[in-house]
């Protein structure tokens, strides 16, 4: 980090619409607050699992306020998570392992993409849900609309079934963990020589105040 920046690293999973709402907060704030924003792709099954969480949607009332509490979110952060019950339920039982595998890769290799190609992953499994479902994920269309050349593509594709990349996504995973996350997003603002960790999209405000924005 620059001198008198502060460095404020987002874990997050694609698989996690809150997650998108906190990244597109921290991308828009990065140009005006005197941050260095650090992109650290994780994996949530495995922070739930190392925790003991469970998805708060498996409560019936809290997955309604949730859908509420996300289209609201959506309109207010401009963001656009379409999300039904079903879409709810669908994400609990599936797994971004291969896509979070596919941005972790990115990232060791050509970081300046691990942004667009994550928020193509989230309109992939947030914002297109109806018609996607159905398909199984090709990670290359989605790398072909965040402006990857097919060389890049195919080398990231190359890569997700290594060890290095499977090590590298557990590492960080296993990070959050050590910072107290238990859940996503998990952003922690190193501020006077301390990480400050805060959880959800909706504490950015108090992120701010710590940080003296």
Partial sequence: AEMGRTLVELFYDVVSPYSWLGFEVLCRY????NIDLRLRPAFLGGI??????KPPALLPKRGEYMLKDMQRMA???????????????????SSTLGAMRFITAMDMTQPRYVEPLSREFWIR????????WRRPLDSSSVAKKAGLSPELTQKVLEMISTPTVKNRLRETTEEALKYG???MPAVVAHFNGEP???FGSDRLELLGSIIGE
Avoid at 48 to 53: E, F, I, L, R, V
Avoid at 125 to 132: D, E, K, P, T, Y
């Fill in 30 to 33: 990065q140009h005006i607050w």
């Fill in 48 to 53: 739930m699992q190392a925790t003991g969480n």
């Fill in 75 to 93: 309109k207010y952060y401009q963001v656009p998570i379409k999300a039904s019950e079903d879409d709810f339920q669908r994400m609990l039982s």
């Fill in 125 to 132: 499994f947030w914002s297109q849900v109806s018609i996607l």
């Fill in 181 to 183: 996350a238990f859940g």
């Fill in 196 to 198: 400050h960790l805060f």
